[in-house]
């Protein structure tokens, strides 16, 4: 997809004022917060699982090169292929190559952010061959030709009567008058369409959630089965994933998966958990003759070793997203990129570079509840500040918010003139209230929100009060 993150800013106000998508959201809270918190009160050895994952994958990223080879040697002991690509233009090649040797002219598609990230649909469709989305979500929005907003939920964005339109849209062969009216009709319509086009696909491209050094697995956990399906049904399969996809055994991949679904949907365990251990065999009545995987760099090399490489730990459970005060309130759409929320404000920059994303690390509070969610223990606001700390530094910063964090610097180091400055300003936002609010902060007039009026007395000026209750 086209990365648009320069003008987070902007799209963060539309999205502010835009009441179906802040509906929409609505279904974090409900749909994601609420279930994780439930499923990990029945989990008293949480905290010990996400430090032996973090030991595990710490470990990985300081032996990557041995598990990938032990990785390819085992796929390739089971009759399959791996290709390693460099860069996403090399993948999309690999994967075109491959579709076209297997002379496929349908792609059925399982959910993949890697794949959203190269931009496959497009160089497929491009060459003639069509790309499908299976998984409900991503069905929606390729329907309307829309970037997933989330990276486990790609059409959380929307709203039911939104998708139905869509579907009356796009399902033209359909009798106008049927009901659209409830979650079931439309997922019945849904499967409907897409049962026809499984019967109908050549070859069968997925993501995977973790690769199995010590057996040449892909693994990939669904709630549809159209993973499943796909790979079922077709006689190509090729699995795309990112060179930090891969764990040692069997076992860590069942430590990673006690982690992952627990903290992207509250379930203790996804409906599907797929373990894909190269083609078919002799004998089995379904799968695929070709089993091929495509491992993707794309920047992740550079960041092995350094300031930046705890990201590599990241299972994409989309915690940090659920959580997020920001990304609560803007959605993806916003963030202009394939990775959103606090993962993406990370993970963007450094594999665009601050050229193309340098506001992303500012779409954060800084209040911490994404890595107090994050189950792989991803310090995702200390990775922000260095982010903002190297946006400075490369002069990105506007002159405007350098001169006022210049201000605000000068008034921290002065404890009087702070606390002068701070009754003023107090005193300032007064001026401009209505109704108890602020409803146009000075310097603060693109977010389009109105703020809350601020205390009358001074933060020190109450803990002075109380101090002397208490002596
Ligand atoms: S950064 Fe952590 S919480 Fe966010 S998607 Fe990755 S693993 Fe999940």
Known sequence: MEITSNAFREKASQALQDADLQDALQNLKRGFQEKRAKTLAHLPEYEALREEAVAVKDHVLRHLDFYL?????????????????????????????????????????????????????????????????????????????????????????????????????????????RALDTPRRLVDEARHILRERFLGADAALTGANFLIAETGS?????????????????????????????????????????????????????????????????????????????????????????????????????????????????????????????????????????DRAGPLPEASTFCGRCEEVCPMGIPLVGLLRKLRVRRRAEGRVSPLARAGLGVWAFLARRPFLYHVAARALVAVLFLFRRRGRVPAAPFAGGWGRSLPLASARTFQAEWRRRQGEDA
């Open 69 to 177: 080879n032990h990785f390819e040697e085992k796929v390739r002991a089971n009759g399959g292929h791996v290709h390693w690509c460099e860069t996403a233009a090399d993948a999309r090649a690999t994967i075109l190559r491959l579709c076209q040797q297997a002379g496929a002219k349908t792609v059925v598609k399982g959910k993949s952010m890697i794949a959203e990230e190269i931009a496959i649909n497009d160089h497929l469709a491009a060459h003639g061959i069509a790309p499908v989305e299976t998984d409900l979500g991503e069905y929606i929005i390729q329907l309307r030709k829309e970037p997933p907003s989330h990276i486990i939920a790609p059409a959380i964005h929307l709203k039911r009567d939104q998708i139905a339109g869509t579907f009356r849209r796009q399902h033209q062969d359909l009798p106008d008058d």
């Open 218 to 354: 892909a693994v990939l956990v669904s709630n549809e089965g159209n993973i499943d399906l796909s790979r079922g049904l077709t006689g190509l399969h090729i699995v795309l994933a990112s060179l930090e996809k891969v764990v040692p055994s069997l076992n860590d991949a069942f430590l990673f998966l006690r982690l992952l679904s627990r903290a992207a949907t509250g379930q203790e365990a996804a409906t599907y958990t797929s373990f894909f251990t190269g083609p078919s065999r002799p004998g089995e009545v379904d799968g695929p003759g070709a089993f091929h995987v495509v491992l993707l760099d794309n920047g992740r090399s550079k960041l092995l070793g350094g300031e930046f490489a705890a990201i590599l730990r990241c299972i994409r459970c989309g915690a940090c997203l659920n959580h997020c005060p920001v990304y609560g309130v803007t959605g993806g759409h916003a963030y202009g990129a394939v990775y959103t929320g606090p993962m993406g404000a990370v993970l963007t920059p450094l594999l665009e570079g601050l």
